[in-house]
């Protein structure tokens, strides 16, 4: 059994159940704006949203335009002229207050704090994720925090990972394991970085891809198995 010393967790679907948070988010800012909220609209807005979110792990746009003008992209499409960046600022507002918890992810890093050097590796707004993360209770239980509006690079560009590599005493890459559960993002992430990987896939969905993760689980708390 290989012996790890730093964990590298993802935040959105793999501790913080983003899913139910931006539901949440969205259905307030439609209230917010006077606009019927239904599951059609949710799920147009999930499809450019994560077309958005690609294209900037790709390297094709920057962050602010994703944020910017994924509201505005989506309102267009029922025929209404809106402000995409006001609407991202009252959405993050509303998104920043969703600290809801995937299933077993407190008491996990609970226990592994104390046997592992855990830092947090996510894209996102830093000012977001430090919100959702702190009241979860997460946030003091991890080593460092690791957002790619601060670092200047995203998942999973090689950039990325070095950049938090330099800043992880005595880091050892042969030790090193991420968590996540992009293919993308955090498998590919990983690979490129030259880490070990597990894909955190609760869902159980088919790997379309020709990423091969180091390990796979459905549940976090088999991840207790992987790191005796």
Known sequence: MKIYKTLLFDVDDTLLDFGAAESTALHMLCEEQQITFTSELESLYKKINQGLWQAFEEGEIERDEVLNT?????????????DGRLLEEIYRGFLS??????????????????????????????????????SSGLHPLFKGIFVSEDTGFQKPMKEYFDYVFARIPD??????????????????????AGLD???????????????????E????DELYQILG
């Open 171 to 192: 880091f050892s890459l042969e030790q090193g394991l991420i968590i996540g559960d992009s293919l993308n993002a955090d498998m590919k992430g990983g690979q490129l």
């Open 97 to 134: 207050e969703g600290n809801q918890l995937i299933e077993g992810a407190l008491e996990l890093i609970t226990v592994l704090q104390d046997r592992f050097d855990l830092y947090i590796v996510t894209n996102g707004v830093s000012k977001t994720q430090d919100k959702r993360l702190r």
């Open 197 to 215: 990987t597990c894909w955190f896939n609760p869902k159980k969905k088919t790997n379309h891809t020709d990423m091969v993760p180091t390990y």
């Open 217 to 220: 689980i459905q549940k976090l």
């Open 70 to 82: 994924r509201f505005s992209l989506l309102l267009k499409e029922y025929g209404h002229e809106a």
